[in-house]
C-alpha cells in the first residue's frame, strides 16, 4: 500500500485562457497535486527531505508553469506541472495533478472548470 501526500488547493492568479481578454486580464485557478509513493522510511528517519516528496518543491514546479508563457488549456497547465513533478521525483510512484479555473467565462455560472491527469511508473 503506499502512502499519499496532498497539496490541495495551491491558489495563482494567472494569465491563461481561451479568450484573448483571459491572458491579458488573467484568472483565478488552483491546483492541487497528490503523489503516492513510499514514505515511511523518510518518517522514521525524521530528517531528510531527499527520501520523501518534497512540497515545497512540488509548489515551485507548479508556480513556474502558472507564471510562464500563457496557455490556452487548463490541459497543457495540468500536464506541464505534472511532467515537471514526476521527472523530479523518482520516489513518486503514482501522481495526480488537478488545475481548476475558478468562474470560467461561459454563460451560465460555474464555480469552476477542472482538468485531472495522473501518471504511473
Not at 488573467?26 to 518518517?43: H, I, K, L, S
Request: glycine share 4%; with cysteine.
Amino acid at each position: 500500500m503506499l502512502d499519499r501526500i496532498t497539496i490541495k488547493s495551491l491558489k495563482f492568479h494567472a494569465k491563461h485562457g481561451h479568450n484573448e481578454q483571459e491572458r491579458i486580464d488573467g484568472n483565478t485557478f488552483e491546483v492541487d497535486v497528490v503523489a503516492y509513493g513510499a514514505f515511511r522510511e523518510a518518517a522514521a528517519k525524521d530528517n531528510n527531505l531527499q527520501e520523501t516528496f518534497n512540497y515545497q518543491k512540488a509548489e515551485e514546479a507548479s508556480s513556474r508553469v502558472m507564471f510562464g508563457p500563457s496557455r490556452k488549456l487548463i490541459e497543457t497547465l495540468c500536464s506541464e506541472i505534472g511532467d515537471q513533478i514526476f521527472a523530479d521525483y523518482p520516489i513518486v510512484q503514482q501522481l495526480s495533478v488537478s488545475v481548476r479555473k475558478l468562474s470560467p467565462p461561459i454563460e451560465t455560472e460555474a464555480a469552476y472548470a477542472e482538468i485531472t491527469m495522473q501518471w504511473n511508473r
